[in-house]
């Protein structure tokens, strides 16, 4: 598990429903870029940063999906509720609380800043 800690961006400027999504998807990647690289690490093919990131949007776009939310249209509210979603299967798949909630509550401040 790689335990660097991914911060939402400084500053008090309001955040685009389309950069919400990003970020959640760079604040998945970065919460679970060891474990998918361990994964793969007996596959022919090197992984690589473009392709945690493809595998994470990916994800992320299926629990949109899941959940009937638009991916390309994201709001307060299904940032919110995909990201805990995706923070009660990292619970389920063992990834330690302290990074869950250091993730949360990053996405929170995310989230406090996109229009409403």
């Known amino acids: 598990m790689d ?34 690289l361990a994964a793969v690490e007996n596959l022919s093919a090197e992984p690589d940063e473009l392709w945690v990131r493809r595998t994470v949007a990916s994800a992320i776009q299926s629990k949109f999906s899941e959940f009937g939310l638009d991916f390309e249209k994201p709001t307060p509210q299904s940032i919110a509720r995909v990201a805990d979603a995706l923070a009660a299967e990292a619970v389920a798949s063992g990834t330690p609380q302290v990074v869950i909630d250091h993730h949360l509550n990053e996405m929170r401040k995310v989230i406090e800043r996109m229009p409403h």
């Open 3 to 36: 335990n660097s800690q991914w911060h939402a961006p400084d500053g008090t400027k309001g955040i685009a429903p389309y950069q919400a999504r990003e970020l959640l998807i760079d604040c998945f990647a970065d919460a679970h870029r060891g474990r998918l």
